[in-house]
């Protein structure tokens, strides 16, 4: 059975900080890893990783992938009130089969 | 715009009803996927359809029933044989077959309450 771990499941800190949430995962024939946000309804895509070592960047936001000891981090720079969220990590097999295993999330609170 | 649109918002159920959720999109995606979302909890998948027709059980599918009779809808029909329905319920879609790697999108959801 797939598993995705995230660590820590709630974090708070203060606008100005930087954040690192992790996720580890087991998949079977592992094909990407995807982060997701999401605030108080429908999580809405960030990244998708798919090779280790290459980062994705977007903004303030980055992640990175490491397929050797399957784990992936997304950080968060210059931390604001808006990014407080719950942010979910899926690791997605290959095949003709698309299943998403998702962690239980992070939930994210920046105080201002 | 483009998007994927769930309804109701917020449902009730009494005990011993079915009760059906509407997902629609108009991506254009091949694939459409049902989730279910508990307090503190992750998604976790109750069925998907990767083409018109075709559907397959996820992780949770007792309880659950679903058609696919067009591209467009996934509707998701919570049945009295899901004791334990209480739950926010996720519709997302992705570009298939074709392409593979893409990401799911997902819609805003339904809460759905016991009565």
């Known amino acids: 059975e797939d598993k995705v771990v995230q660590s820590p499941l709630s974090l708070v800190v203060h606008e100005g900080d930087t954040v690192t949430l992790n996720c580890s995962y087991e998949?079977?024939?592992?094909?990407?890893l995807l982060w997701y946000k999401q605030e108080k309804k429908a999580p809405t895509f960030l990244f998708m990783l798919t090779s280790s070592g290459i980062e994705k960047k977007s903004g303030r936001l980055s992640s990175i992938l490491d397929k050797k000891e399957l784990f992936s981090i997304l950080n968060i720079t210059a931390t604001q009130t808006g990014d407080s969220a719950v942010y979910l990590c899926?690791?997605?097999?290959?095949?003709?089969?698309?299943?998403?295993?998702f962690g239980k999330g992070t939930l994210l609170t920046v105080n201002p | 715009d483009g998007g994927i649109t769930q309804s109701p918002k917020y449902l009730f159920r009494k005990e011993g009803q079915n009760v059906t959720l509407s997902c629609e999109q108009n991506l254009n995606h091949d694939a459409m996927y049902w989730y279910r979302q508990d307090p503190g909890q992750g998604l976790r998948l109750i069925y998907y359809?990767?083409?018109?027709?075709?559907?397959q059980k996820g992780d949770i599918a007792e309880g659950y029933s679903v058609s696919r009779e067009k591209k467009e809808s996934f509707p998701l029909t919570v049945t009295s044989a899901q004791k334990n329905p209480t739950a926010f319920y996720l519709c997302?879609?992705?570009?298939?077959?074709?392409?593979?790697?893409?990401?799911?999108?997902f819609g805003d959801g339904t809460r759905l309450s016991i009565l």
């Open positions: 998949v079977t024939n592992f094909r990407s």
């Open positions: 899926a690791g997605r097999r290959g095949g003709s089969n698309y299943k998403l295993t």
């Open positions: 997302a879609s992705s570009i298939g077959h074709s392409l593979p790697l893409q990401p799911q999108h």
């Open positions: 359809s990767q083409i018109v027709n075709d559907f």
